[in-house]
């Protein structure tokens, strides 16, 4: 496996998509990444003090690709088996993250001892109905010289006591199955090295202060014109110049409207953007610039996502 702890982040990486495997084998397209080199600098201190490195940022900045962007970097094509992507829900649990016992199955195998040899054999064993997550699974692939990559993205989703139930797992990258410990027995968790967390948060609630001494901040700009045009041209490298820089200023046209009025309900976003330039593809390059020419904001339904921003900004 290439990669490893002393390979530094450098961002370059990704200067153009990837075609690769995911962890199940299935291929995968992994898009371009553009870090500032700010950012950069935070992930490398990030891993000099091994914390959890936070970000913060509107949507469409960039703060949930990051996590796999490093994985990459660090470990090309072998990427998969090292990065763990831990999407928080309003109902996910702390304990969710690192393992859940399947009490059921347990309860339907004890039913059947005595009628099925492999089952009672199965069923004498509390560690064969536990069922690892993702931070679980992080701290099992975590070795020493080549640690994991976790992403535990929009921790504010979940309940308030959500970033505090973590912090005893986070410092200590370990952890006890306390299923297999009421059997008298002992199953113990512990990662060889620590691995590399990526946390997002969208600002839908405060964060508890001993959950943020713990972590690394950084916010994430929303992409420049110049990134833009790169982000662009990597998805479409087809696209003609005049097509490209003609949509890319009328988006942030748009943006910067949508800033200036107070009741818009939701800026474009990078994702937006992708794909009104996704439909205007499909068109010869004299057919849409003329398009484009309109008073009104070409294929808009891509692009605005109310009615009230439709009513606001569907002309130009």
């Known amino acids: 496996m290439a990669g490893g702890i002393d390979k530094a982040y450098t961002g370059e990486a990704l200067i153009k998509s990837v075609e690769t495997k995911d962890r199940f084998g299935h291929p995968e397209r992994i898009a371009p990444y553009y870090p500032s080199e700010r950012l950069v600098e935070s992930v490398?201190?990030?891993?000099?003090?091994?914390?959890?490195?936070?970000?913060?940022?509107?949507?469409?900045?960039?703060?949930?690709?990051?996590?796999?962007?490093?994985?990459?970097?660090m470990y090309g094509d072998d990427y998969a088996q090292k990065y763990f992507e831990?999407?928080?829900?309003s109902t996910t649990k702390a304990k969710d993250g690192l393992y859940t016992f399947d009490y059921i199955q347990r309860l339907r195998d004890a039913q059947l001892e005595g009628q099925n040899q492999e089952i009672e054999k199965r069923s004498d064993r509390p560690e064969n109905y536990i069922q690892y997550g993702?931070?679980?699974?992080?701290?099992?692939?975590?070795?020493?010289?080549?640690?994991a990559i976790l992403l535990i993205d929009e921790v504010d989703k979940a309940d308030i006591d959500f970033p505090n139930d973590l912090l005893l797992e986070l410092d200590q990258t370990r952890f006890e199955v306390q299923e297999v410990k009421k059997q008298g027995l002992s199953k113990v968790i512990t990662a060889e090295e620590k691995p590399i967390i990526?946390?997002?948060?969208?600002?839908?609630?405060?964060?508890?202060?001993?959950?943020?001494?713990?972590?690394?901040?950084?916010?994430?700009?929303?992409?420049?014109?110049?990134?833009?045009?790169?982000?662009?041209?990597?998805?479409?490298?087809?696209?003609?110049?005049?097509?490209?820089?003609?949509?890319i200023k009328q988006f942030y046209d748009l943006r910067?409207?949508?800033?200036?009025?107070?009741?818009?309900?939701?800026?474009?976003?990078?994702?937006?953007?992708?794909?009104?330039?996704?439909?205007?593809?499909?068109?010869?390059e004299k057919e849409i610039l003329e398009k484009l020419e309109s008073d009104d904001i070409l294929f808009n339904q891509s692009l605005l996502k109310s009615k009230t921003d439709f009513t606001l900004h569907a002309k130009k």
């Open 86 to 89: 831990w999407n928080v829900k």
């Open 256 to 284: 910067q409207k949508m800033q200036e009025e107070a009741n818009t309900e939701k800026k474009v976003a990078t994702s937006e953007l992708i794909d009104w330039v996704k439909i205007l593809n499909t068109f010869d």
């Open 134 to 147: 993702e931070l679980g699974r992080a701290f099992m692939a975590s070795k020493e010289g080549a640690p």
């Open 44 to 73: 490398k201190l990030a891993r000099l003090l091994r914390r959890p490195l936070l970000l913060k940022g509107e949507p469409g900045c960039g703060k949930t690709r990051l996590a796999k962007a490093v994985a990459y970097e």
């Open 198 to 247: 990526f946390i997002t948060s969208n600002d839908e609630r405060e964060l508890p202060p001993a959950f943020l001494r713990r972590c690394l901040f950084h916010f994430i700009d929303f992409p420049n014109p110049t990134i833009m045009d790169q982000i662009i041209s990597s998805n479409f490298p087809e696209l003609a110049g005049k097509v490209r820089e003609e949509a």
